[in-house]
């Protein structure tokens, strides 16, 4: 028990008290976690599973969606909302037909998107 508040407490914490590009590299670790679960559930036929997952790494992009500032990052920016459009939509599509040849396409521009946010913040704290 102790060790559980403990835990949650630093969890709490870390959230808390993160840079906004270390909430965004939690954001995209948390997209890249559930979309493999939700691939997982779609080969153990766990319909239920698969769809909270899902829709759980839709809500991520979303919220990447909503917070780009397209006037400011202009043609990048524009390019990263199509990006995060495709894979939207590539897993409604997923979600729909429960379909892990999908799954197997996104979950690779899931981890690509999230490799280039955590090269670009290390670029920027000049730690690489």
């Known amino acids: 028990m102790m060790q559980n508040n403990a835990y949650n407490t630093?969890?709490?914490?870390s959230v808390n008290y993160a840079s906004r590009e270390q909430l965004l590299l939690m954001l995209l670790d948390g997209a890249v976690k559930f979309s493999k679960i939700g691939r997982q559930a779609i080969v153990d036929k766990d319909v239920k599973k698969a769809h909270e997952n899902l829709v759980k790494t839709q809500n991520i992009f979303y919220e990447l969606m909503t917070t780009l500032d397209i006037e400011k990052g202009g043609e990048w920016a524009k390019g990263l909302m199509?990006?995060?459009d495709f894979i939207v939509r590539r897993l409604t599509d997923a979600n729909i037909k429960k379909d892990i040849e999908i799954m197997n396409e996104v979950i690779p521009l899931i981890e690509d998107v999230r490799d280039t946010w955590?090269?670009?913040y290390k670029i920027a704290k000049g730690t690489k």
């Open 10 to 13: 630093y969890k709490n914490n």
């Open 82 to 84: 199509n990006i995060y």
């Open 118 to 120: 955590n090269e670009a």
